[in-house]
């Protein structure tokens, strides 16, 4: 039976073009394969810790925490592999199967067909399953003749699952240092404006280097702006101040 199926497909090599043997099976051109991806930041983004909740009501007392702020960049990855749910097998038109196991499988390499990209699983037997860019599993499959030649092979393939789908493996770092860490204090009432202390650490000093300044707005001014972040003021007196923060700077 192997030896059936090499005789078929060094032919179909030799005539570089799509042939149909007598089952109906196709037997398309030949291709070579190319490295898989690597590794790579799929997008960058930040992690925020608050001491609050968008439209939350608080109240904070002269030298309180109005607002508390530290953010952190991460980095998200898209790594070189894919992810099976479940055992996906592929049966051959000769009885072979091949087999993803359920977990995570390095992708082998890559292939293009017909212009568009491929992503291949070894399976085993010389035959490596092609997953599209979205994860699912096709209905031909490749088998690996001398080198670096492939031949891809379709017709009456089964599947089982029948939707067969991997999704691709991610992962996230959180940098340790933050890039922005601030602390908005209530300082009460003076000369008819309310006065806010603006503390800024320097990133990796847990606080304890850093610059300060003080703003102050007139006390019967409801809607604030410190650091980008909007706050509304409900109440404020010279003991304390009842506000709610109702857009963030990020």
Same mark, same amino acid.
């Given at each position: ?13 030799? @005539? !570089?073009? /799509? ?11 030949? +291709? ?6 690597? @590794?790579? %930041? ?7 810790? @608050? ?46 199967? *091949?087999? =993803?196991?359920?977990?995570?499988? !390095? %992708?082998?390499?890559?292939?293009? =067909?017909?212009?568009? !990209? ?18 699912? #599993? ?17 017709? $009456? ?10 999704? &691709?493996? $991610?992962?996230?770092? +959180? *940098?340790? =240092? ?5 602390? %908005?204090?209530?300082?009460? =009432? ?23 300044? /003080?703003? *102050? ?17 409900? $109440?404020?007196?010279?003991?304390? #101040?009842?506000?709610?923060? %109702?857009?963030?700077? &990020?």
């Amino acid at each position: 039976m192997k030896k059936n199926l090499f005789v078929m497909l060094c032919l179909a090599a030799l @005539t !570089n073009c /799509t042939a149909l043997d007598n089952k109906g099976y196709n037997y398309e051109t030949e +291709v070579k394969m190319n490295p898989p991806p690597q @590794t790579a %930041i799929e997008k960058s983004d930040y992690v925020v810790e @608050t001491n609050y909740e968008l439209n939350d009501v608080k109240v904070a007392g002269v030298d309180d925490t109005v607002v508390r702020v530290i953010m952190f960049n991460r980095n998200n990855y898209l790594h070189a592999r894919m992810v099976a749910d479940q055992k996906i097998v592929l049966k051959t038109q000769y009885g072979e199967e *091949a087999v =993803i196991k359920k977990g995570a499988s !390095n %992708i082998f390499g890559q292939v293009t =067909i017909k212009g568009e !990209n491929y992503y291949t699983f070894d399976a085993g037997s010389n035959i490596y399953m092609l997953a599209d860019s979205m994860g699912y #599993i096709q209905n031909k499959y490749l088998y690996k003749l001398k080198g670096n030649a492939y031949q891809i092979i379709g017709g $009456r393939v089964s599947l089982k699952p029948n939707q067969a789908k991997l999704r &691709w493996e $991610r992962s996230s770092e +959180v *940098a340790k =240092i933050p890039v922005k860490d601030f602390e %908005i204090d209530f300082q009460g =009432i003076a000369n008819g404006n309310m006065k806010f202390f603006v503390k800024y650490a320097v990133p990796g000093t847990n606080g304890e280097d850093g610059s300060f300044k /003080t703003i *102050a707005f007139p006390k019967d001014q409801t809607m604030i702006s410190i650091e980008g972040i909007m706050i509304r003021v409900l $109440r404020v007196d010279r003991t304390q #101040i009842e506000y709610t923060v %109702i857009k963030n700077a &990020w």
